[in-house]
């Protein structure tokens, strides 16, 4: 793998490999030295142009456990606010012998036009590009999916079979598009819900159900997973429904609705939540939401993606 992109781009037997090598990864963190060797001398740049907390923190932590040299570079306070752009930016990244680029950025397609304009010969990993895509968020949901689903036999295996509803702010969400391709690929289906206004013209792209009842939903679909999904807000111009108390009413995981759910529905979240609208303490709080868990193993899964990118024909991680 030479970049990581989109999910799209991934085959059924690429997407197990990259969960298998991230169960090998969370291995190396339950030892007493957390550290693998082997992107030693390799040098990652975090490329941030969007706020993000636990995305960059999470690739960080990813590219130091493999002993890479990381440089974090956030788009404030650099040349990038003086008007510097993605191609010098990158031309200076190169000249400074950068292997690998994590890219953010608020433009749909900035990692591919990174990786294809030929100005870094680095591995480009997409960190999220504008309402476009978030690979690493789902694998490591599907990481996370497969785990609850499979328990310690998960290695080598899909997600056949299994129910997954999306919900909440589909438009805006590279998280549901990136989750789309890829569930689908590991043999889910899926189900997503949210009011008309916040569901894609293209959607009929994904593959996907399309539904804007919640109720209805879960009691004819039954899931096996619940992803609330962030009102974003930042990127909302217009009034896309009427208040947040009836967004909340209608598409929430309220604690009512959460409490009518079979009891071993998972709920996900990829956070930052907004609690009191998507999704309520008592949902997001309770032993089947796996938000936390979400978190830990983004570790392991960027730690495959940064592996399986950047380490060439170096040895292997196990
Ligand atoms: C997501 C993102 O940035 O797209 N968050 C994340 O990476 N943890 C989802 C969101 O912002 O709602």
């Known amino acids: 793998m030479r970049h990581l992109l989109s999910t799209a781009d991934l085959s059924r037997d690429e997407a197990i490999r990259v969960l298998d090598v991230a169960e090998d990864m969370a291995d190396v963190a339950t030892r007493e030295v957390r550290k693998l060797p082997t992107l030693r001398g390799i040098t990652v740049v975090n490329l941030f142009y969007e706020d993000s907390t636990r995305t960059r923190i999470s690739f960080e932590a990813a590219a130091k456990r493999l002993s890479a040299d990381v440089i974090n570079f956030a788009a404030k306070g650099s040349s990038v606010s003086k008007g510097e752009s993605l191609k010098d930016t990158a031309q200076t990244l190169a000249a400074m012998g950068a292997d690998g680029i994590v890219i953010r950025h608020p433009s749909s397609g900035a990692p591919r036009v990174l990786a294809d304009s030929g100005w870094v010969e680095a591995g480009i990993v997409n960190a999220g590009d504008g309402t476009h895509e ?38 805006h969400s590279r998280v549901a598009r990136s989750n789309a391709w890829l569930l689908r690929t590991l043999g889910a289906h899926v189900t997503v819900v949210a009011p008309p206004t916040l569901v894609p013209v293209d959607v ?9 009842d919640l109720d ?10 619940v992803m609330m999904l962030r009102i ?25 609705r959460f409490r009518s759910l079979p009891p071993s529905t998972l709920v996900m979240h990829p956070g930052p939540m907004n609690r009191g609208l998507e999704i309520s303490d008592e949902a997001a ?10 978190v830990t193993n983004g570790v392991a899964v960027r730690m495959a993606v940064l592996y399986l990118t950047l380490a060439g024909d170096r040895e292997d991680a196990s």
């Open 216 to 225: 209805e939903a879960l009691a004819e679909v039954s899931p096996d997973v």
């Open 134 to 171: 978030h690979p690493t968020q789902a694998l490591l949901d599907a990481f996370t999916i497969r785990r609850r689903v499979h328990g310690t036999v998960s290695r080598g295996r899909a997600l056949d079979g299994v129910e997954v509803m999306i919900v909440g702010d589909i438009l």
């Open 232 to 256: 974003q807000q930042e990127r909302m111009n217009d009034a896309f429904f009427p208040n947040p108390r009836e967004y909340a009413r209608s598409w929430g995981l309220g604690a009512a």
């Open 285 to 294: 709080d309770s032993p089947r939401s796996t938000v936390r868990e979400q």
């Open 204 to 212: 009929s792209r994904f593959g996907v159900d399309v539904r804007y």
